[in-house]
């Protein structure tokens, strides 16, 4: 089945400047990334989404790379704020959809200093 | 804040016994997916269902089971409840089981098994 590893597990940067958060997957039949971020006592919420066919989406301050051949992908989020502070999820999905379910990496505790 | 609703929010149990957790889905969606978060790490799929039928499941054993009504909530038992079953149940709805559906999640169940 598929792997999704996330690194690093805590990340700690000054307000304003940029966080960057990278994941590897396993399995090549994968097509579909998804990021969350989850607040204290909260359920995961989606922040942005990849597919295989695009090497980069952005929405505002926060951007996705892919990069397919080396199976990695990354969530950069630039001019950071003190509400961007989270545990943020990177995940795969194959092509059999919602029905094989996502596959979720451990998570990066985004600490944003003031 | 999503439209998906579930409770109770926190609940606790002994070892050995059982436990049923209630979804309500946003509306407009009708497909119901089901993760177990164990404490500091990614959400781990059970299982999703769609037209009250389980539609694919993840690596739990049937002591793990589910419901889905004709207004779409959805309900996940769990039989002879183990320590390890202690956890952050999230709910997702979608509005289909195609591979791009966006996942909306509740803010879960924190289930302690003593």
């Known amino acids: 089945g598929e792997n999704v590893e996330q690194h690093p597990s805590t990340l700690s940067v000054q307000e304003g400047d940029s966080a960057v958060i990278k994941c590897t997957y396993s399995?090549?039949?994968?097509?579909?990334f998804p990021w969350y971020k989850q607040e204290l006592g909260k359920g995961p919420q989606l922040i942005i989404d990849i597919r295989s066919n695009v090497g980069e989406k952005k929405d505002q301050r926060i951007a996705v790379t892919l990069n397919k051949t080396a199976k990695h992908f990354s969530l950069h989020i630039t001019e950071t704020q003190p509400e961007d502070s989270a545990v943020y999820f990177c995940a795969a999905s194959t092509i059999g959809g919602g029905a094989d379910g996502l596959t979720f990496g451990k998570g990066t505790h985004l600490i944003i200093q003031p | 804040e999503t439209g998906v609703t579930q409770s109770p929010t926190h609940l606790i149990k002994t070892r050995g016994q059982q436990v049923t957790l209630r979804c309500s889905s946003q509306?407009?969606?009708?497909?119901v997916s089901w993760y177990q978060q164990a404490l500091g790490q990614g959400p781990q799929f059970i299982f999703q269902?769609?037209?009250?039928?389980?539609?694919g499941r993840g690596n739990f054993p049937p002591r793990f089971s589910g419901l889905q009504f004709p207004n779409y909530s959805s309900e996940l038992n769990v039989n002879a409840l183990e320590l390890d079953d202690s956890a952050l149940y999230l709910c997702?709805?979608?509005?289909?089981?195609?591979?791009?559906?966006?996942?909306?999640f509740g803010s879960g169940t924190q289930l302690s098994v003593l």
């Open positions: 509306s407009g969606h009708n497909t």
């Open positions: 997702a709805s979608s509005r289909g089981t195609d591979l791009y559906e966006k996942l909306f």
């Open positions: 399995d090549s039949a994968s097509n579909y």
């Open positions: 269902y769609y037209r009250e039928e389980e539609n």
